[in-house]
């Protein structure tokens, strides 16, 4: 997720792992936004299905631009 400099949060496309309990899985992004990038996290989500059951937010970064 990110936060541009009008104040809006982009929510971007998620990833997923879905080889269930103790598997894990990574990716390489990255983001641009025409609007800027005043900071960035990662949003953790857990799905039952398709039913959104849990989340949690990683730390805020702030651009250091």
């Keep these: 997720m990110t936060k541009q400099r009008d104040g809006d949060i982009h929510y971007w496309s998620l990833h ?4 269930g309990s103790g598997t894990t899985a990574g990716w390489n992004t ?3 936004d025409s609007q800027g990038i005043v900071s960035a996290w990662v949003r953790g989500e857990l799905y039952d299905g398709s039913t959104l059951v849990g989340l949690c937010d990683g730390e805020k970064r702030t651009n250091p631009d």
């Design 16 to 19: 997923k792992n879905t080889g």
């Design 30 to 32: 990255s983001a641009t």
